[in-house]
């Protein structure tokens, strides 16, 4: 057995490795594991843009949370020296009365934040690409724009070993046991350490590792670029020159982020409900492209030339909100699943609040409704 730490981190992407970055900055004795290599693209942090927004429909209990991710960023962006965050506005897409439209609104009002309704024919003058529909209307947010996840994810690992950090590639963990008021480690290798507490952030292998049973739904997603053959349209999708922006199209949420360079604008759909087993997610197939592309033709026909596509992987609660805390039985144990398809803007701020956990015994920032206890978590997703 290795020698005892604070914390030990199962689970290196997104909210572990930010985990681990505030947790050794403030001084902590933290060691991290990750079943894979550092930045793989087999969990749900790859692809190259994230979006980032403010006036949140899925609930403005999130906001104060964004405010503090924001600042966050922005403080990693200048100890890193990389950049990680490009404001390029964003536009909330659909009728007047849809969630993504009306829920912007009232998180946008409620929390004060910068904002404006855009009527229907400025829309269509603003966003011509779109095949905007004439009962649609956009919420536009000066302040959106797009995260770069695997810098995102490699500034925090590399800062977080700079301050002390021990991190462990290629090591997966096989199960924990609380020992005492502590907690051990025990490694699929044999090997195991001790730890006087432990955070949970295995992203969609949670399987039987968190000792505690939500209702999870591990869902396998489809994300697409698509470039054009005329060269005014590729040139208006390319180096984060178009807003990015989130659309209810005919039921689904569509969204776009415009290109990092020129390797095209990256497409999706919010939510496939498609279960697989994390370990064995099946291929992009033809299937997949067609149905992209013929989204695509619909919302924005002259991004007509696809380019490739990729899988990723979503762990979605039955109320679609986060995990967020203590576990409910083994106090030392901090469990984090923020997911459901939109939690890496958060991973700063998550980092932040595991560590007050885990070092003040509490957070300041307003987590109580991500709780893992409350019982909405019982439902099936
Ligand atoms: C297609 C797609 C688009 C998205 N778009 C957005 C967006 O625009 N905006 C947004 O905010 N969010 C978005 N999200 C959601 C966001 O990316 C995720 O919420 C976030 O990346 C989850 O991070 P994580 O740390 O929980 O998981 P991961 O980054 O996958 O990290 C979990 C890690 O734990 C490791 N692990 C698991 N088990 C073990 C073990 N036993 N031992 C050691 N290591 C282990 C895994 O290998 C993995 O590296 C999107 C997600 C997807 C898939």
Same mark, same amino acid.
């Given at each position: 057995?290795?020698?005892?730490?604070?914390?030990?981190?199962? !689970?290196?992407?997104a909210?572990?490795?930010?985990?681990a970055?505030?947790?050794?900055r403030?001084?902590?004795?933290v060691? #991290?594991?990750?079943?894979f290599?550092r930045g793989?693209?087999r !969990?749900?942090s790859?692809?190259l843009?994230?979006?980032?927004?403010?006036?949140?429909?899925?609930?403005p209990? &999130?906001v104060p949370?964004?405010?503090?991710?924001? @600042?966050?960023?922005?403080?990693l962006?200048? @100890?890193?020296?990389?950049?990680?965050?490009?404001?390029?506005?964003? &536009?909330?897409?659909?009728?007047?009365?849809?969630?993504?439209?009306a #829920?912007g609104?009232?998180?946008?009002?409620?929390?004060?934040l910068?904002?404006?309704?855009?009527?229907n024919?400025?829309?269509?003058?603003r966003? $011509?690409?779109?095949?905007?529909?004439?009962?649609?209307?956009?919420?536009?947010?000066?302040?959106?724009?797009?995260?770069?996840p695997?810098?995102c994810v490699?500034?925090?690992?590399?800062?977080?070993?700079r301050?002390?950090?021990?991190?462990?590639?290629?090591?997966?963990?096989?199960?924990?046991a609380?020992?005492g008021?502590?907690? @051990?480690?025990?490694?699929?290798? #044999?090997?195991?350490?001790?730890?006087?507490?432990?955070v949970?952030?295995?992203?969609?292998?949670?399987? !039987?590792?968190w000792?505690f049973?939500?209702?999870?739904?591990?869902?396998?997603?489809v994300?697409?670029?698509f470039?054009?053959?005329?060269?005014a349209?590729?040139?208006?999708?390319?180096?984060?020159?178009? $807003?990015?922006?989130?659309?209810d199209l005919?039921?689904?949420?569509?969204?776009?982020?415009?290109?990092? #360079?020129?390797e095209?604008?990256?497409?999706a759909?919010?939510?496939?409900?498609?279960a697989?087993?994390?370990?064995?997610?099946?291929?992009?197939?033809?299937e997949?492209v067609?149905?992209?592309?013929?989204?695509?033709?619909?919302a924005?026909?002259?991004?007509?030339?696809?380019l490739r596509?990729?899988?990723?992987?979503?762990?979605?609660?039955?109320?679609?909100?986060?995990i967020?805390?203590?576990h409910?039985?083994? $106090?030392?144990v901090l469990?984090a699943?923020?997911?459901s398809?939109?939690?890496f803007k958060?991973?700063?701020?998550?980092g932040?609040?595991?560590?007050?956990?885990?070092?003040?015994?509490?957070?300041?920032?307003?987590?109580?409704f991500?709780?893992?206890?409350? $019982?909405?978590l019982?439902?099936?997703?």
């Amino acid at each position: 057995m290795e020698d005892k730490y604070d914390v030990a981190i199962l !689970g290196l992407g997104a909210h572990g490795g930010a985990a681990a970055y505030h947790l050794a900055r403030r001084g902590a004795r933290v060691i #991290g594991f990750e079943r894979f290599t550092r930045g793989h693209d087999r !969990g749900s942090s790859h692809g190259l843009t994230r979006i980032i927004r403010k006036a949140y429909f899925e609930h403005p209990a &999130y906001v104060p949370l964004l405010l503090r991710a924001y @600042e966050l960023w922005r403080d990693l962006e200048r @100890e890193s020296g990389r950049t990680l965050l490009r404001v390029t506005g964003g &536009y909330l897409i659909g009728r007047r009365d849809s969630p993504l439209v009306a #829920g912007g609104e009232r998180a946008a009002r409620e929390h004060r934040l910068a904002f404006e309704l855009v009527e229907n024919a400025e829309l269509r003058r603003r966003l $011509p690409l779109l095949a905007v529909r004439p009962d649609e209307v956009g919420l536009f947010e000066p302040d959106a724009g797009t995260l770069a996840p695997e810098d995102c994810v490699g500034a925090h690992l590399e800062l977080a070993e700079r301050h002390g950090a021990k991190l462990r590639f290629e090591r997966a963990v096989k199960d924990w046991a609380p020992a005492g008021d502590a907690v @051990e480690v025990r490694l699929a290798d #044999g090997g195991s350490v001790r730890a006087s507490q432990l955070v949970l952030a295995p992203g969609a292998w949670i399987g !039987g590792l968190w000792r505690f049973d939500p209702a999870l739904l591990i869902e396998r997603l489809v994300i697409c670029w698509f470039d054009s053959t005329d060269a005014a349209v590729h040139a208006a999708f390319r180096a984060h020159r178009h $807003p990015v922006f989130i659309w209810d199209l005919d039921g689904e949420t569509f969204y776009l982020c415009p290109a990092v #360079g020129d390797e095209g604008a990256k497409m999706a759909v919010h939510h496939s409900r498609v279960a697989t087993d994390p370990d064995h997610v099946a291929p992009v197939d033809a299937e997949d492209v067609r149905r992209m592309s013929e989204r695509a033709r619909r919302a924005i026909p002259g991004l007509d030339r696809f380019l490739r596509a990729k899988t990723c992987l979503y762990t979605t609660t039955a109320d679609e909100h986060f995990i967020l805390g203590r576990h409910p039985a083994f $106090p030392q144990v901090l469990l984090a699943s923020a997911c459901s398809g939109h939690g890496f803007k958060f991973a700063s701020v998550v980092g932040e609040i595991l560590a007050d956990l885990c070092l003040a015994g509490r957070t300041a920032l307003p987590i109580e409704f991500l709780r893992p206890e409350r $019982p909405e978590l019982r439902r099936i997703p």
